[in-house]
């Protein structure tokens, strides 16, 4: 239980970074599609009898390479190159699935998740994957805030737009592999999205969004392990319906104290460019 909560928590931090501009670019497609693309690197390392983080990474790496060589030198918007890489690898997934006899049980807890079978080998792996999220965060902060704003305006600042969505895709992928240990691949969007969607409520600069998403997703993870242990339920479910719960009380409480609540919150399509880009 310890391990688990230490690993919850680190979740929850890598998945407030990386989940903020998730909301704020309107990318949750593309978080469920590196979700559900981990599937044929899991099932090769399975067979392998290698570490399933290690399977679930490469394949990551893999999608975000994909998708990068698919806007630098195709034509197809970006829907549509996440849509075909997505239906791609889960198609090749699914096809390695079919020869292995052994694999029910790894893809329910890939699906649903295991958090309570998290090793002291996955915290440090979940400890260098935040330290990766951080440091990719904070290296293209300028250049993620004029590329979610105009990319004509980041490429006149010589912040790179390409580079910088190209290592957006990535900071995603990283807190996806991250995740999925914990929650499963079908509900890891719910602790990318709902603490997030829960901070905003209440703040509206990007550090601060990150900083009160971390402290939700925290304690999502503790509560949601608190109602598993005693209600006897899943704890990866357990964990995303509370983060999901506590958006909707959080929206909620908001309207309440506030005539206006538009006026203090930040919705996705507005950016607090101007104090951002003057740091």
């Known amino acids: 239980m310890e391990r ?6 680190l979740v929850a931090v890598i998945c407030a970074v990386a989940g903020t501009w998730v909301v704020i670019r309107g990318m ?20 392998l009898g290698l570490p399933v983080m290690l399977g679930a990474g490469v394949s990551a790496v893999a999608m975000t390479g994909l998708l990068g060589m698919m806007q630098r030198r195709g034509k197809l918007s970006y829907d549509t190159s996440i849509g075909l890489v997505f239906v791609g690898m889960l198609s090749l997934g699914i096809i390695i699935v079919s020869h292995s006899r052994s694999f029910a049980t790894d893809a329910t807890n890939m699906l649903f998740g295991d958090i309570l079978a998290i090793s002291t080998a996955d915290l440090w792996l ?3 994957a935040l330290l990766l999220s951080c440091a990719i965060a904070a290296k293209f902060h300028r250049a993620f805030v004029a590329s979610a704003f105009d990319t004509r ?23 996806i592999t991250a995740s999925f240990r914990s929650v499963g691949t079908l509900l890891m969007v719910g602790m990318l999205l709902a603490p997030v969607v829960a901070a905003k409520a209440w703040v509206n600069r990007i550090p601060a969004i990150m900083a009160v ?34 958006a909707g009380i959080s929206a909620l409480m908001r309207r309440m104290l506030t005539r206006s609540p538009k006026s203090h919150a930040i919705t996705d399509n507005e950016l607090p460019l101007q104090r951002e880009s003057a740091k």
């Open 4 to 9: 688990a909560l230490i690993g919850g928590c």
């Open 28 to 47: 949750a497609f593309l978080g469920e599609a590196i979700g559900h693309g981990m599937l044929p690197g899991v099932a090769i390392a399975t067979v």
């Open 126 to 128: 979940l400890i260098a």
């Open 153 to 175: 305006i980041a490429q006149t600042l010589g912040l790179k737009p390409g580079l910088a969505q190209i290592m957006l895709v990535a900071l995603v992928a990283v807190a």
């Open 213 to 246: 998403a971390s402290g939700i997703g925290i304690l999502s993870v503790a509560g949601g392990l608190l109602i598993s242990w005693y209600a006897q339920t899943a704890a990866g479910p357990s964990i995303s319906c509370l983060a999901i719960g506590l």
